[in-house]
């Protein structure tokens, strides 16, 4: 009882969550300002070839569409600097991330230099103490049987 009754709540709290969203996540609200104005310009475009029809001639329908793409094309180069500037910055960053990287790289290998030299530093003390160890013990065995024979 207690499985399907967790199963039903997670299902419904996602069909919930999907449900309540109103969209904003979906539309950006960088272009949204961009959006409006595009779709301004055009309108108005196409209301003055309307009239244009009726009552002007063929330069102002010409003029209308050179303002309407002028517009197109500064909006395109402005997104297209700051898409450069982002690619620009990104480059920067990554460049920065990697000299941190070299930098950390020679650290660790100067510290594991350092690790393997005391490593076997140690082993070879170890390998003394073991030594110096054998030799007490036998000078303390020597001694035993010396103690046991005298007496």
């Known amino acids: 009882m207690k499985k399907k009754f967790l ?3 997670i ?16 539309d950006p609200t960088e272009y949204s300002i961009d959006y ?4 301004k310009t055009p309108s108005k475009t196409t209301t003055s070839t309307v009239q244009t029809s ?15 793409s002028s517009y197109a094309q500064n909006t395109v180069s402005g ?3 700051n898409f450069n ?14 000299n941190e990287l070299l930098d950390y790289q020679t ?9 393997k030299l005391i490593k076997e530093q140690r082993r070879v003390l170890g390998e003394q103490v073991k ?21």
């Open 107 to 115: 650290k660790y290998q100067e510290i594991d230099t350092q690790y």
């Open 36 to 39: 409006t104005t595009s779709t």
């Open 131 to 151: 030594s110096v160890e054998k030799r007490i013990k036998e000078i303390e065995r020597s001694k035993n049987q010396i103690r046991k024979t005298m007496i």
């Open 85 to 98: 500037n982002a690619l620009y910055e990104l480059d920067s960053a990554q460049v920065n991330i990697r």
């Open 79 to 81: 997104q297209a600097a």
């Open 11 to 26: 299902i419904t709290m996602m069909t919930a969550g999907i449900a309540f969203a109103d969209g904003m996540v979906f």
């Open 54 to 68: 009726s009552s002007t001639s063929n330069a102002q329908i010409e003029s209308n569409i050179k303002e309407a």
């Open 7 to 9: 199963i039903l709540s």
